[in-house]
């Protein structure tokens, strides 16, 4: 194959995989925005009512190492269909659970929704895999931008289809949801990544080893810090917002803003790492993401809950997609599936945690609390970005 047709043949894939990202990341706005306020009416006390969210991101966690060893095996492709298929069998139960009136079931299918979101966040890596060397932080990043789309797409299903089916709120949100996924499957058909060899335990370096790269340390610390804060703070501020009197409405478009926030800077994230350095980069999203903290500090109307939504979306780009171009460094070829895998499962691992707690400490204590123990994680982060300038752990 040409050097041209090498090069369109890695565009194309990029831009099937940005679009399977808009298209499948509708599943995890759909769920953000309304599980826990299918939750508080399903669910058996209402200190259970963000459980579902919870379950989601068990979901995320428990499939990414998994889904590495079906990629070392069997490639990329595959994973992807299974991902593909647990969105649609995602969505499918949630409508049958709130038909039932299930929790139990409407977990389940949360679940399912979490092994999708942590195939879906793996395109980035894919992306990165399939062009050259230099351009590696620029397609992840995006890969990324497509959430931008998600972020319209899955409010959108949530306000225009939510009262569809009476007397069954959000049960045909979830069918459509089912819908998306079918398409997202169809794109991610036509991807064609090049084959690399299976990549054996024995290859490369040790797991052990490979953990104890300061900048490997470093980029994981500021990755489960931008996403488990984002995660913690989005998964209380829906119920929350109904708890304040706001409207559903309101509350989808909030999430709206968010996730668009959360991805619309991917078009640029990756020019500013390559210009700036991801230290600096992550430092900004760190920042934000306490300014969004501090936004909800002020006053729990709509204007506020929409820009602390809006703020926590843009330092999560900031955080997530800077501390990312990192881990593309921190690993050999041979390495790349394992450590890629690893990293994932650190981080969905350390957001169930936080989201338990989320709403745990929204139904006991209040919105306030939520935002003011957010700065706890926060510091972590700021001591290891402080250690990492000194010793220039992220930019070497």
């Given at each position: 194959m040409s050097a041209t047709s090498l090069y369109l043949h890695a565009k194309g894939n990029v831009a099937r995989l940005t679009i399977a990202q808009a298209l499948a990341g509708a599943n995890s706005t759909v769920i953000y925005a309304t599980g826990a306020i299918i939750g508080n009416m399903l669910a058996p006390s209402h200190a259970l009512a963000t459980f579902p969210v919870s379950i989601f991101v068990v979901g995320m966690a428990v499939s990414s190492l998994p889904a590495g060893a079906i990629v070392q095996h069997w490639g990329r492709r595959a994973v992807f269909m299974i991902g593909a298929g647990c969105g649609v069998l995602s969505g499918l139960l949630a409508a049958w659970a709130i038909k039932l009136n299930s929790f139990c079931l409407f977990c389940l299918a949360t679940f399912f929704g979490g092994v999708y979101a942590a195939v879906v966040l793996s395109f980035r890596f894919a992306a990165a895999d399939c062009v050259p060397n230099e351009h590696r932080s620029r397609a992840l990043s995006f890969v990324m931008a497509g959430g931008v789309f998600a972020g319209i797409i899955g409010p959108q299903l949530v306000t225009w289809t939510m009262g569809l089916w009476a007397p069954y709120p959000f049960a045909a949100t979830f069918l459509a949801q089912a819908v998306v996924g079918v398409f997202s499957a169809l794109l991610l058909r036509?991807?064609?990544?090049?084959?690399?060899?299976?990549?054996?335990?024995?290859?490369?370096?040790?797991?052990?080893?490979?953990?104890?790269?300061?900048?490997?340390?470093?980029?994981?610390?500021?990755?489960?810090?931008?996403?488990?804060?984002?995660?913690?703070?989005?998964?209380?501020?829906?119920?929350?917002?109904?708890?304040?009197?706001?409207?559903?409405?309101?509350?989808?478009?909030?999430?709206?803003?968010?996730?668009?926030?959360?991805?619309?800077?991917?078009?640029?994230?990756?020019?500013?790492?390559?210009?700036?350095?991801?230290?600096?980069?992550?430092?900004?999203?760190?920042?934000?993401?306490?300014?969004?903290?501090i936004t909800g500090l002020l006053g729990a109307d709509v204007g506020h809950f929409w820009l602390t939504l809006i703020l926590l979306g843009i330092g999560w780009n900031f955080g997530f997609v800077g501390a990312s171009s990192v881990v593309l460094e921190c690993h050999q070829p041979e390495e790349s599936i394992r450590v890629q895998s690893l990293n994932d499962f650190i981080i969905f691992g350390t957001m169930v945690f936080g989201s338990f707690l989320s709403g745990s400490l929204l139904t006991i204590f209040g919105w306030k609390i939520v935002l003011w123990f957010s700065f706890i994680p926060l510091a972590a982060a700021g001591i290891t970005l402080v250690l990492a300038s000194r010793y220039s752990y992220l930019d070497t």
């Open positions: 036509g991807v064609r990544l090049p084959k690399s060899p299976i990549q054996k335990p024995s290859g490369g370096r040790s797991i052990t080893l490979i953990l104890r790269q300061p900048r490997f340390i470093t980029a994981v610390i500021c990755a489960v810090v931008s996403y488990l804060l984002m995660n913690f703070l989005m998964t209380a501020a829906p119920f929350a917002m109904q708890m304040c009197g706001l409207s559903q409405a309101s509350s989808n478009l909030g999430i709206q803003w968010h996730v668009i926030a959360m991805y619309a800077p991917s078009f640029f994230t990756g020019t500013l790492v390559a210009r700036f350095g991801a230290q600096r980069v992550v430092t900004t999203g760190l920042i934000l993401i306490g300014l969004s903290a």
